[in-house]
């Protein structure tokens, strides 16, 4: 079965510097998906990126990009230049095909003014 | 557009009683999944429909735990009997058919069982 790890339970960055999440992920399939979920307080999950297996470049959207490392299984998030909106709890998730998302345990991110 | 929702968003209910949680998904939207999420825990798996097929239903707890969507759209998470374990939050989400699509959240039930 796939699992999906997040080692950090707890990360805090000031405001305006940069941070890395960290996920690894167990898999034996060679085509698959990645996400990375935000859940505020409001417990609504938002999706912040995302990342095809099959592709070699990593993905980017505005200040959130990923470090994906297939042959490692990890797959990290660096959210630059950190909001106070950025805090919240984030979610690494796996996908094979139409089926179910698997998440890691989250990563509770706090920035401090 | 309007997302996923969710109703209610809150619900107590004391052990032994029956709960019917709905989610209303993305309009044009084939897939849904319900997740189960713990207090300080991921979303685990419970179930998922295409269309009005439940395809897979492993993820489900136990047999007090049913759910359906008998006309491809709205869905209604069922449980019976409540036991305080089951207190947690339930979360939908809906997603296209393709394989590569990605699924979308509503803002969860929060059930309390006291």
């Known amino acids: 079965a796939q699992t999906v790890t997040q080692s950090q339970p707890e990360m805090s960055v000031q405001e305006a510097e940069t941070v890395t999440l960290s996920c690894t992920y167990d898999?034996?399939?060679?085509?698959?998906?990645l996400f990375w979920y935000k859940q505020p307080p409001s417990r609504q999950m938002i999706l912040v990126i995302r990342q095809e297996a099959y592709k070699q470049q990593n993905a980017t959207e505005n200040r959130f990009s990923v470090n994906f490392q297939k042959a490692a299984k990890s797959f990290s998030l660096k959210i630059s230049d950190s909001q106070l909106g950025d805090a919240a709890m984030y979610f690494c998730?796996?996908?094979?095909?139409?089926?179910?998302?698997?998440f890691g345990q989250g990563t509770r991110l706090t920035i401090n003014p | 557009g309007a997302g996923v929702s969710q109703s209610p968003r809150y619900k107590v209910a004391k052990r032994g009683q029956d709960v019917a949680l709905r989610c209303d998904p993305i309009s044009g939207h084939v897939s849904l999944f319900w997740y189960q999420q713990a207090l300080g825990q991921g979303p685990e798996f419970l179930t998922y429909?295409?269309?009005?097929?439940?395809?897979?239903k492993s993820g489900l707890p136990s047999d007090r735990f049913f759910a359906e969507r008998p006309e491809g759209s709205v869905s209604t998470l069922k449980i019976q009997r409540t036991q305080q374990e089951d207190s947690a939050v339930y979360l939908c989400?809906?997603?296209?058919?393709?394989?590569?699509?990605?699924?979308?959240f509503g803002p969860g039930t929060r059930l309390t069982v006291l």
């Open positions: 429909f295409q269309n009005e097929a439940q395809l897979d």
């Open positions: 989400a809906s997603s296209l058919v393709g394989v590569a699509d990605t699924q979308y």
């Open positions: 998730a796996y996908k094979k095909g139409a089926q179910k998302l698997v």
């Open positions: 898999t034996s399939e060679s085509d698959y998906y």
